[in-house]
C-alpha cells in the first residue's frame, strides 16, 4: 500500500516538473519530455519499438517459414513426386524402345528374312516341271561334284 | 437395413442417368436420393442405442468362406457418425451444385455413386467387401475431378488416382499377408488377434519369416498406414491434395474434403488402432512427427497461398493433421491407468467431433468459395476481392462464421472437438502437443487474413453491384450454420452417440 502510494506521488510529481512548471501553451510546441530526454521520447513515441520488434523477429520468421513451408512442399516433397514420375516415365519409355527396336524389331527382322528365305525358296517351287528338272540337275551336279571332291580326298 | 440404405445412392444413380438429358429432373432425382438417403441415416441415428457395446444393424453372410470372405455390415458409434456426415455433406454438395448449369444428370449421378462407396466404406466389416468400396469410390471421385474443374484437372484427377492407387495396392499387400498368415479377413476377429499380439507371431510363422518377427509385423503395418496416409493425407503424403481441391470444381471439392477424406481417418480408428497398436506404439515417434508435421507445415503454406481454394486446402490437410495426431498419442502412450485412460478418451472423442465438424465446416466453406466463384466469374484469388461486407453482409457474416468455426472459436463447432484432442494429447504426448499449438496460432492467422483480404478494406469497385446471397440460399445456409452452432455449444449430441465406442477404444489400447 505504502510503495504503491509513493509509486503515485512519484508519478505526479513528476508530472508536475515536466508539465506543470512550464504548461504548454500551444499544441505546435515542443513537449517537455522531448526537449529534456529527445531519445527516451522518441522511444515512447515509436511505443518502445515493440512492433518493429516483432515485425523483425516473430513476424519475419513466420513469413520466413510460411515461405519454407510452401517452398519445402512445392520443391522437396513436389519433387520427390516429379522424381518418382520421372524415373517410371524414363522407365516407360526404356521399356518402350527395348519393344520397339530390340524385341518388335528382332522379331520384324526375323520375320522378314523367313519372309526372304520363302520367295527364294518359292523360286524353285513354281509348278513348272522345267524347273524341277532344271533344280535336279542342279543338285546331281552339285552331289556328284561332292562325291568327287570327297573320293580325292 | 444397412444394406438399402448402402443401395439406395446406387439406384438413385442409375435413376438419375435413365431421366434423360433434362438437366432440372436429373438434380431433383438426385437430390430426392440424397435426401432420402439423409432421412433413412437420420432413422439410424435415431434407432441406435449409444450404450450398446458392440455393433448395431448388424448383418453377416458368409460370401467365400474359404476366402475368409463374408458380408458383413455394421455399425457402432463411429459407424453411424461416418453416414451421418456422408449422408449430409452429399445433400449439402447437390444443393450447392443446383444452379451450377456444368453440371449435368452425369455429375449428379457419379455424386451417388460415390455416396454407395462411402456408405459402404463406413459400414463394411470385413476386408474384402470395405476393400471393394473403398476402391469403388475412387472411380466415381476420379470422374467427377476429372470432367469438371479447372484447366488443369486432368493433371491433377491422374495424380489423385495414382497417389491413391499406391495406398491403395500398399494396403491390399499388407492385408493379403495377414490374410495368409491368420485366415482373417474381418475386422473385430483381426483387432482381438493385434491386441493380444498373436498377429505377430502368426505373421512370423504362418509366413515362414526367419528374421525378427517383429519386423515382419512393422512391414505389414507400414503397408497398411501408407493406404490411409495418403487418403487422409499425412505429410509427405499429401501433394496430390492442395491440387486436386483447387482443380476439382469446388461442388466436387465439398465431397472430397467433407466426406471422402474423411475415409482415411477412419481407417486409422476403424483398422490401424486396434489391428496395430503394438506395431503404432513402437513406431510412435516417426508417426507423432508425421502427425505435427501434418498439423505445422500447411497451417504456415496456407498462409502465403494466393488461391482461396488452396489455402482452405492446405487448412484442411492442417484440421486432418490434429486427428492423426490424436489416434498416434493415444496409441504412443503406455500408461494403464484411470488418468490414462480419461485422456486417451477425451482425445479419440476430440478425434470423432473433429471429423464431423471438419466435414460440415469445410464443405460449407468450399460452397461459400463456389458462390463467390460464380459471381466473380470464376475468380477466387484472395488479393482479388477486399471490402465484400460492405456489398455483402450476409454472405460475408455467414463465411465469417464458417470461418470461425474452422479456427476453433468457443461456441462454434471447431471447437469442442479441437480442445478435446489438445486435452488429452497435451497428457500423451506434451512434446507433440506443445510444437502443434503452432499449428493453431497459424490457423488464426491465415483465416484473419482471409477475412482481411476478402471482407475487410475498401471495396474493390469491380464487385460493388456483386449481388448477396438470394433468400434461397440464405434458407439453405440456415441449417448448416445452425448446426455449426449447436455442435458447438451442445456436443453431446455427437458424444452422447459415441462415447461407449471411445471408451472400448481407450480401454482396447493397453500395453
Redesign the interface.
Same mark, same amino acid.
Given at each position: 500500500m505504502i510503495t504503491s502510494s509513493l509509486i503515485v506521488f512519484v508519478g505526479l510529481l513528476l508530472g508536475w516538473w515536466f508539465y506543470g512548471r512550464k504548461p504548454i501553451l500551444r499544441a505546435t510546441d515542443p513537449d517537455a519530455l522531448e526537449r529534456l530526454q529527445p531519445g527516451l521520447f522518441r522511444a515512447l513515441a515509436n511505443r518502445l519499438y515493440v512492433d518493429e520488434f516483432y515485425e523483425g523477429t516473430v513476424i519475419a520468421f513466420t513469413r520466413f517459414f510460411a515461405a519454407f513451408a510452401a517452398g519445402l512442399d512445392r520443391w522437396v516433397f513436389g519433387g520427390a513426386v516429379k522424381l518418382v514420375a520421372w524415373i517410371v516415365t524414363g522407365f516407360g519409355w526404356l521399356d518402350a524402345g527395348v519393344d520397339r527396336f530390340v524385341v518388335n524389331g528382332g522379331f520384324d527382322e526375323a520375320c522378314r528374312e523367313v519372309g526372304r528365305g520363302g520367295s527364294l525358296f518359292s523360286r524353285f517351287e513354281n509348278g513348272r516341271v522345267q524347273r524341277y528338272l532344271g533344280v535336279i540337275a542342279l543338285a546331281l551336279v552339285v552331289l556328284g561334284v561332292m562325291l568327287l571332291w570327297g573320293h580325292r580326298g | 437395413m444397412i444394406t438399402l440404405l448402402t443401395l439406395l445412392p446406387f439406384v438413385g444413380g442409375l435413376f438419375v442417368l435413365l431421366v434423360g438429358r433434362n438437366r432440372a429432373l436429373a438434380r431433383l432425382v438426385a437430390m430426392l436420393f440424397g435426401v432420402g438417403a439423409l432421412l433413412i441415416t437420420c432413422f439410424f441415428w435415431w434407432g441406435f442405442d449409444p450404450q450398446f457395446p458392440g455393433m448395431q444393424y448388424e448383418v453377416l453372410h458368409p460370401w467365400v468362406p474359404s476366402l475368409g470372405m463374408a458380408y458383413h455390415v455394421g455399425v457402432d458409434g463411429l459407424g453411424i457418425l461416418m453416414l451421418a456426415l456422408s449422408a449430409l455433406v452429399v445433400v449439402i454438395s447437390l444443393a450447392a451444385s443446383w444452379a451450377n448449369e456444368n453440371h449435368d444428370r452425369l455429375y449428379f449421378a457419379l455424386v451417388l455413386f460415390l455416396e454407395c462407396g462411402l456408405f459402404g466404406t463406413f459400414t463394411a466389416l470385413n476386408f474384402v467387401h470395405w476393400f471393394i468400396y473403398w476402391e469403388l469410390s475412387l472411380i466415381p471421385a476420379f470422374f467427377l475431378v476429372r470432367l469438371w474443374g479447372g484447366p488443369n484437372r486432368a493433371r491433377a484427377s491422374m495424380?489423385f488416382f495414382l497417389y491413391t492407387m499406391v495406398g491403395s495396392i500398399a494396403l491390399l499387400l499388407a492385408f493379403l499377408a495377414i490374410f495368409l498368415a491368420t485366415g482373417q479377413f474381418d475386422f473385430v476377429q483381426l483387432a482381438q488377434l493385434g491386441q493380444s499380439g498373436q498377429l505377430t507371431t502368426a505373421l512370423a510363422q504362418n509366413l515362414h519369416w526367419s528374421g525378427n518377427p517383429q519386423h515382419l509385423a512393422l512391414l505389414v503395418f507400414w503397408g497398411a498406414f501408407l493406404g490411409f496416409a495418403v487418403k487422409t493425407p499425412v505429410? =509427405?503424403f499429401?501433394?496430390w491434395l492442395?491440387r486436386t481441391y483447387s482443380e476439382a470444381s469446388s461442388e466436387t471439392t465439398m465431397l472430397l474434403t467433407g466426406a471422402m477424406s474423411k475415409m482415411g481417418v477412419y481407417g486409422f480408428l476403424r483398422i490401424l488402432l486396434p489391428i496395430f497398436p503394438h506395431q503404432m506404439q513402437q513406431e510412435m515417434k516417426p508417426l507423432l512427427w508425421m502427425a505435427v508435421a501434418t498439423i505445422?507445415? =500447411?497451417a504456415?503454406?496456407a498462409?502465403?497461398?494466393k488461391d482461396l481454394k488452396r489455402t482452405f486446402a492446405y487448412s484442411s490437410i492442417n484440421h486432418l493433421g490434429y486427428c492423426v495426431l490424436a489416434v498416434c498419442a493415444v496409441a504412443s502412450f503406455t500408461g494403464t491407468t484411470a488418468e490414462a485412460a480419461i485422456e486417451k478418451s477425451a482425445a479419440l472423442t476430440g478425434v470423432l467431433l473433429q471429423i464431423f465438424s471438419h466435414g460440415l465446416t469445410a464443405a460449407a466453406l468450399f460452397w461459400f468459395i463456389a458462390l463467390l466463384e460464380r459471381r466473380s466469374g470464376g475468380l477466387r484469388g484472395i488479393d482479388e476481392f477486399g471490402g465484400l461486407r460492405r456489398v455483402m453482409p450476409v454472405f460475408s457474416g455467414l463465411m465469417g462464421i464458417a470461418i470461425f468455426a474452422s479456427l476453433g472459436l468457443p461456441g462454434l463447432n471447431g471447437f469442442p472437438g479441437e480442445f478435446l484432442i489438445f486435452k488429452g494429447v497435451f497428457a500423451l504426448a506434451p512434446w507433440a502437443a506443445s510444437i502443434s499449438v503452432l499449428g493453431l496460432l497459424?490457423t488464426a492467422?491465415f483465416l484473419l487474413t482471409v477475412i482481411q483480404k476478402v471482407f475487410s478494406g475498401p471495396v474493390n469497385p469491380r464487385w460493388e453491384a456483386m449481388p448477396d446471397l438470394t433468400t434461397a440460399e440464405r434458407w439453405v445456409f440456415l441449417p448448416i450454420i445452425g448446426l455449426m452452432f449447436v455442435i458447438g455449444l451442445y456436443p453431446q449430441l455427437i458424444t452422447g452417440m459415441v462415447h461407449v465406442t471411445v471408451a472400448q477404444w481407450a480401454a482396447g489400447v493397453r500395453f
Open positions: - | 495424380l505429410v =509427405p499429401h501433394t492442395p505445422v507445415l =500447411p504456415f503454406a498462409w502465403v497461398q497459424m492467422v
